[in-house]
């Protein structure tokens, strides 16, 4: 067993979970090393939720106040017909009262910058490479990479998302774990303010949404539409993502011919499946998984407050047990899986709510948001978004 001090990790992927989890393994006296496959952090953008745990990994960090400073001021979910008149609104003030929470919003954007200055000075971080082989033994784990040369660490763990490089590496293909919900969301920022500066401006029609979120200034506009998988899906040909969505937005009325219009002419367009990762397992050997790449809750799912979650668990069980990982790996699924798997059963509720697939869902929904009050839409629409929790670890 290999006994020695201030082990190696290397955590493949810059994001929420491979940052949080940098900078708590650097406080219990890992060596981490981060590799990220852009050349400098990158993000979708879409407004993201920092609640339960997270709150606590947060203010544990010192970050709580930035990101309260960078929090959008969103206050109301407001649907709109074809000609732009509100058939339904849904106060987010409310909803927030009657979860008792503290929690806010930000861009991922903002997210992934704030926790990436808080971790910067605890990882060594190597930007534009990506590992290409990996191979373990029992004391550790050499490492090919695209451009660096090869090196050998102590433990390896894969923070790189749905569609992960580590996973792939160790544990298998991508299609052995990941699982197409029925959705494909798009997301891109737009050069003016948004409809409203504190409403997320929502319009259906039967199996597609497109939004409007105010963030900073700017709107962000958002696709999200019931489709079948698309046999020959590749998460990085943009040509195919603006061919996809304009196929499947073509008719459709209020403001999408001119977002359409946009979308063909942007550069910062993201594109994705909305799916779900499964594994049996969350590590092999001395490799494991976290956050989306280990358990991708998909869109509604509470995916940034999970991954910050994670990586403080993780980081907590390898430092009780630093010279026996396997065991710590054990302990660290076991604890985590308590948050993540209610989550998985997610999407259908929340799909119908926010993408209803017939004229009568939407008219259902619209109906629901007008005619209840306030606090008890606000309860409706947290009831189909969260599933009921089990209690959360503590945060020692």
């Known amino acids: 067993m290999n006994t ?9 992927g810059a994001g929420i979970a491979g940052t949080t989890l940098a900078y708590w393994l650097a406080r219990h006296g890992f060596r981490p090393t981060i590799v990220e496959r852009a050349a400098g952090l990158r993000s979708s953008g879409n407004p993201v939720d920092v609640r339960g745990p997270a709150v ?3 203010e544990r960090m010192g970050v709580m106040p930035r990101l309260r400073q960078a929090a959008t001021q969103v206050t109301a979910m407001s649907f709109v017909n074809g000609s732009g008149r509100q058939v339904g609104r849904v106060n987010m003030r409310a909803l927030r009262r009657a979860s008792d929470s503290r929690e806010v919003e930000v861009t991922r954007t903002d997210l992934a910058e704030i926790l990436y200055e808080a971790s910067q000075d605890s990882a060594e971080v190597l930007f534009g490479d990506t590992m290409t082989a990996l191979s373990q033994d029992g004391d550790g784990v050499d490492v090919t990479f695209e451009k660096a040369a090869p090196r050998r660490f102590d433990l390896v763990i894969g923070a790189d998302g749905l569609h992960s490089t580590t996973r792939r590496l160790a544990f298998g293909p991508e299609s052995d774990f990941v699982r197409h919900m029925g959705l494909y969301v798009a997301t891109m920022p737009l050069d003016g303010p948004a409809d409203s500066l504190q409403d997320v401006v929502i319009h259906n029609a039967p199996g597609r949404m497109v939004s409007l979120h105010p963030v900073h200034g700017r709107a962000l506009a958002a696709f999200i539409f019931r489709h079948p998988a698309v046999a020959d899906f590749n998460h990085r040909d943009l040509a195919q993502h603006k061919r996809i969505i304009a196929d499947a937005y073509a008719d459709d009325g209020w403001r999408v011919p001119e ?13 994705d ?3 779900q990762v499964r594994l049996d397992s969350w590590a092999n050997g001395r490799i494991a998984l976290l956050g989306d790449a280990a358990s991708s809750v998909s869109l509604f799912g509470d995916g940034s407050t999970l991954a910050m979650a994670g990586a403080h668990t993780l980081a907590e069980e390898l430092a009780a047990t630093p010279t026996d990982p396997h065991t710590a790996f054990a302990r660290y699924e076991t604890r985590h899986r308590t948050l993540v798997d209610p989550r998985q059963g997610n999407v259908a509720t929340a799909a119908a709510l926010m993408v209803p697939a017939t004229r009568a869902g939407v008219a259902a929904r619209n109906m629901a948001t007008r005619l209840w009050p306030t606090v008890a839409a606000a309860s409706w629409v947290r009831s189909r978004l969260t599933p009921p929790r089990k209690p959360a670890p503590a945060i020692a």
């Not at 020695?4 to 493949?12: A, E, G, Y």
């Not at 063909?264 to 367009?269: G, I, K, M, V």
């Open 259 to 271: 977002l359409l219009d946009r979308a063909r002419a942007a550069e910062d367009l993201w594109f």
């Open 56 to 58: 606590e990994v947060a």
């Open 4 to 12: 020695k001090t201030n082990p190696t990790v290397l955590i493949s």
């Open 273 to 275: 499946s909305v799916s």
